[in-house]
């Protein structure tokens, strides 16, 4: 894969330094603390999904609405 085929959404609570490092990259990344750093797991699951990215997150939780909910996941 290229990095115009991978897209990314990075979670509030991953550092600055891997959205820096995703863009530098060339990849298509965007950072939910430019969206809105209060955004919802499963409004970021939502947009992600529409958006065909992948979440990078620290968040353990994202799993688990996945799992359970059996939530839609890019």
């Given amino acids: 894969m290229n990095s115009s085929e991978l897209r990314f ?17 060339g990849y298509d990344t965007k950072a939910v603390r430019d969206i809105d750093p209060r955004m919802e797991d499963e409004k970021i699951i939502r947009t992600a ?7 990078i997150t620290m968040d353990k ?6 799992y359970h909910l059996k939530s839609p996941h890019a």
């Fill in 49 to 55: 999904v529409s958006e065909n990215r992948m979440v």
């Fill in 61 to 66: 939780d994202f799993g688990e609405l996945v």
């Fill in 9 to 25: 959404l990075v979670d509030v609570g991953v550092g600055k330094g891997t959205e820096k490092y995703l863009r530098g990259e």
